[in-house]
């Protein structure tokens, strides 16, 4: 015959089980929550009028020579948009932002920017000496690049 202690130690031991799922579940929704918010937040700013503007000014310049495009239009433009694509890159690189919201909402806008922007940044990074010089939009490229070749 099972006495009451039994009973009440299988009881709370269910309790702690129960709260324990309970518990992981809430910090995988709080986690899909913050991504969620995270992304929107990006999308927000990359979408404002102003961004926009620049991304179209950088996409409609010649970009294939550093000290051209320096003496014509200045860096300004492409440093706020390689920041903001080196930003997202670094967050994918930390796990911090899902591979496939990034996917979803930039995909075409990353490919397009880094290939317009590749020949100056690689120059850029000679003529300072700095290879890492947005370093984290190309791992975003070359991590959308592998993610479209597997479809």
Do not use: C
């Amino acid at each position: 015959m099972v006495d009451i202690r039994t009973v009440s130690i299988a009881i709370a031991s269910a309790g702690v089980f129960v709260a324990a799922i309970y518990y992981i579940l809430q910090i995988r929704h709080q986690t899909k929550v913050r991504q969620t918010d995270l992304i929107m937040r990006l999308y927000s700013q990359f979408n404002s009028l102003e961004f926009q503007k620049i991304l179209e000014e950088v996409l409609n310049r010649d970009g294939k020579d550093y000290g051209n495009y320096h003496e014509k239009y200045g860096t300004a433009e492409v440093t706020a948009v390689g920041l903001f694509f080196e930003g997202i890159g670094i967050l994918l690189k930390r796990k911090l932002i899902d591979i496939e919201l990034v996917d979803d909402m930039f995909s075409t806008d990353i490919k397009w920017t880094w290939e317009k922007m590749k020949n100056i940044t690689l120059e850029l990074r000679k003529i300072r000496n700095r290879p890492e010089i947005f370093e984290w939009f190309e791992y975003l490229y070359n991590e959308m690049r592998k993610r479209e070749q597997r479809r």
